[in-house]
Structure formats: C-alpha cells, structure tokens
Nanobody
Framework: QVQFVESGGGLVQPGGSLRLSCAPS????????MGWYRQAPGKQRELVAS???????DFADSVKGRFTASRDNAKNTMYLQMNSLKSEDTAVYYC???????????WGQGTQVTVSS
C-alpha cells in the first residue's frame, strides 16, 4: 500500500495562485505516471494533469496554460502549480500514481481548493 501526504489547498480569490504538493510513501521513481484529478460537487472526477517518469506532462484543456505539473526527485514530491485560478477550478484535488508491475492506482486523501471572492 502507498500513502500520500497532500497539502497546499485552501481559499484563494479569482486570478490567484496555489501550489499543491503530493509526497508518496515510496520513491516517485517507482511510478510510471503520477498526476492529479479533481472532483467538484455534483460532478464526476476529472483528470487535470499527468506527468510521467520522463517528466512529460499532459493537461486537461480547461487548465492548459494556467497549470503546470512537476516532480522534485530530491524531495520525492510532485507539485501542481495553479495560476490564474477561476471559480470553476473549485474542487477537491486528488493526487494519484501508478506503475509496474501491477499498475495499481494509488490515491491521495484529497485537498480542497476553493476559488471565491
């Protein structure tokens, strides 16, 4: 089993920024893919960003140009930098990771992001 420590959520005004952190209980090198999903009230969970072991990233169209994802190998931590936040970004954000040999997807506990004036 893999545990995650997620942090960085909170309340921010529209146009503001937040950085989410996700630190797994085992080396990030063991995961082929890591990333972030979010779930807003009454909506399905959606993929926001992913980053692979080669540090290639992919983003949902709704956040392209505003969000970036990165991994700090020395700190064994993945980050989601969120800029120009909008009210529609309000959701619980979950980090995830998977990889060989069994490709089990592990989930963080979620962190609330609220964008409101």
């Amino acid at each position: 089993q893999v545990q995650f420590v997620e942090s960085g959520g909170g309340l921010v005004q529209p146009g503001g920024s937040l950085r989410l952190s996700c630190a797994p209980s085992r080396s990030i090198f063991s995961f082929a893919v890591m990333g972030w999903y979010r779930q807003a009230p009454g909506k399905q969970r959606e993929l926001v960003a992913s980053i692979n072991s080669g540090d290639s990233t992919d983003f949902a169209d709704s956040v392209k140009g505003r969000f970036t994802a990165s991994r700090d190998n020395a700190k064994n931590t993945m980050y989601l930098q969120m800029n120009s936040l909008k009210s529609e970004d309000t959701a619980v954000y979950y980090c995830y990771a998977n990889g060989p040999p069994d490709w089990t997807t592990y989930w963080g506990q979620g962190t609330q992001v609220t964008v409101s004036s």
